[in-house]
């Protein structure tokens, strides 16, 4: 179990880092091929989503890493699975319906939070 917890964090957190940081680095104009919503959130909202993507896959690596509050990493997961479905919300609301990725992390989330309670 705790292999298959490194594998699952380790994928989310590479994602996350990667999003996080695109969001929090390029402009609107860079991001609107990719990420079709945001014009609808202001630019601060938006860069600190980016920043709460990058410390939440920091918040599934490091606690288990160190051993310093493991617990940390099932309340980064938790945040995740949140994240996401307020993310599903946006894209429908907004009358996107590609949310296959959303759905998809979300589902990834949920099993690292039941991992990571056997950490």
Do not use: C
Request: net charge positive.
């Amino acid at each position: 179990m705790n292999i298959a917890y490194w594998i699952v964090a380790g994928l989310l957190a590479v994602f996350y880092v990667y999003a996080g940081t695109l969001k929090v680095s390029r402009s609107r104009d860079q991001l609107r091929p990719m990420m079709a919503w945001v014009d609808r959130v202001p630019l601060p909202a938006l860069r600190a989503l980016g920043t709460v993507e990058i410390l939440g896959a920091a918040g599934l690596i490091l606690p288990p890493l160190t051993g310093i509050a493991p617990s940390l990493a099932t309340a980064a997961a938790i945040g995740f699975v949140l994240l996401q479905t307020g993310a599903i919300t946006v894209h429908l609301t907004g009358g996107d319906r590609r949310i296959a990725l959303n759905a998809g992390l979300a589902a990834t989330a949920a099993a690292s939070v039941w991992l990571a309670t056997g950490l």
